[in-house]
């Protein structure tokens, strides 16, 4: 059975601040997709990134970036220079690599607040 | 916007009533997905349509079920609602041409079972 782990349940940070947001994850699969999404109040989960299993590169993408470390099974999430939009709950989600399976196991999340 | 669109946003329902849930995919997506989300949890997966046929179920009652449409469209159904029913109800929708691909979700319907 596949599991997603989001211990930091809450978390704030001032604005301008660097913030990291963990993600642990377990599967016996040995290919596999992981997702970041975000949640604003609105309630629709935007989607951030999707990496696979095999592309172990770390990934940035203007002041987000995500860090892949296959050997501790975690996809870490980090926003630099924080800002007030950034506030949010954030989703990692673990998928099965199969042909068009979008089947997404979802953590339990984990509110970000920054501090104006 | 993702263009996946749900109805309605809100609605109240009854103990033991029927209810029956909307969601539009996006243009060009051939798979709906729903999800359930409590307060305060994370999304759990109902069951996934592709071509108008159900393709997958999460660990969820039979009276939990679902129809997609030549459009791509697609209704959740619940029978019997219980209060724990009370959720948002996320539906994605995304493109099965290949391996995995992002999918993409509409706002929700937030229904509260009283």
């Known amino acids: 059975a596949q599991k997603v782990t989001q211990a930091q349940t809450e978390i704030s940070v001032v604005e301008k601040e660097d913030v990291t947001l963990d993600c642990v994850y377990e599967?016996?699969?040995?290919?596999?997709?992981l997702f970041w999404y975000k949640q604003p109040p609105s309630g629709e989960l935007v989607f951030l990134i999707r990496r696979n299993s095999f592309d172990e590169q770390n990934e940035i993408s203007g002041r987000y970036s995500w860090n892949f470390q296959k050997s501790t099974s975690s996809f870490n999430f980090t926003i630099t220079a924080s800002q007030v939009v950034d506030s949010a709950v954030y989703f990692c989600?673990?998928?099965?690599?199969?042909?068009?399976?979008?089947?997404?196991?979802f953590g339990t999340g984990t509110r970000l607040t920054i501090i104006p | 916007e993702t263009g996946v669109t749900q109805s309605p946003t809100h609605l109240i329902k009854t103990r033991g009533q029927q209810v029956t849930l909307r969601c539009s995919s996006q243009s060009g997506h051939n798979t709906v997905s729903w999800y359930q989300q409590a307060l305060g949890q994370g999304p759990q997966f109902i069951f996934q349509?592709?071509?108008?046929?159900?393709?997958g179920r999460g660990n969820f009652p039979p009276r939990f079920s679902g129809l997609q449409f030549p459009n791509y469209s697609s209704e959740l159904n619940v029978n019997a609602l219980e209060l724990d029913d009370s959720a948002l109800y996320l539906c994605?929708?995304?493109?099965?041409?290949?391996?995995?691909?992002?999918?993409?979700f509409g706002q929700g319907t937030r229904l509260t079972v009283v």
């Open positions: 989600a673990l998928s099965e690599a199969s042909f068009g399976n979008e089947k997404l196991t």
């Open positions: 349509y592709y071509r108008e046929e159900e393709n």
């Open positions: 994605a929708s995304s493109s099965r041409q290949g391996w995995v691909t992002e999918a993409f």
């Open positions: 599967t016996r699969d040995t290919t596999y997709y």
